[in-house]
């Protein structure tokens, strides 16, 4: 099974408006860690890097898991291992 699903906007709306909501935040983060970075022209690029990528990770780690929340249960129950499909059909 591939594990990278299209959005089901018909079947699960909460997921589609997650991923908007996700590409926001990210926009958001990039456009935060450029103002804070063109403080300090010399440093310009490790501040960026600070600061994008220290907001960046969490939220794609927070995204990840709550995309997995928010996942209709039928696809849910396609990535667990055949022993424990057996146990729970």
């Known amino acids: 099974m591939d594990p990278i699903n299209e959005v089901d906007l018909v079947n699960n709306p909460r997921q ?3 991923v908007i909501g996700m590409n926001l935040l990210v926009l958001t983060e990039l456009c935060v860690a450029m103002y804070l970075a063109t403080s300090s022209a010399e440093d310009f690029t490790a501040i960026f890097m600070k600061a994008f990528f220290g907001m960046l990770i ?3 780690a927070i995204g ?3 995309k997995r929340r928010l996942r209709p249960a039928s696809a849910a129950r396609a990535y667990q291992p055949v022993e424990d499909q057996r146990l729970t059909s």
Do not use: C, E, I
């Open 16 to 18: 589609w408006l997650f």
């Open 58 to 60: 969490p939220t794609l």
């Open 64 to 66: 990840v898991l709550a």
